[in-house]
């Protein structure tokens, strides 16, 4: 069998709904949806915040750092 990326989003929704949190598929949360979680696929506010609150003694320009990463990877990623 070979392991992909959905057989892993799977398993992690699946864990995480089983831990309590809210699921959701990036289909349906993707922007210009009703359940959409932003405005644009670029949008990356929501993780800048994330990162300053649970991480706040790493220095800003490290945070920056990892928020561009992210939009690297991201902007890799075909859109569903």
């Not at 709904?17 to 809210?22: I, K």
């Not at 598929?25 to 932003?38: D, I, N, S, W």
């Amino acid at each position: 069998m070979s392991l992909n990326k959905s057989i892993v989003e799977d398993a992690a929704l699946t864990w995480f709904g089983e831990l309590g949190y809210a699921v959701g598929h990036r289909p349906q949360l993707a922007p210009g949806k009703p359940a959409a979680e932003r405005d644009s696929f670029g949008e990356l506010g929501r993780l800048r915040e994330a990162i300053r609150r649970l991480y706040p003694a790493i220095p800003m320009e490290a945070r920056e750092e990892t928020v561009a990463a992210f939009a690297t990877i991201q902007s890799k990623e075909p859109v569903p």
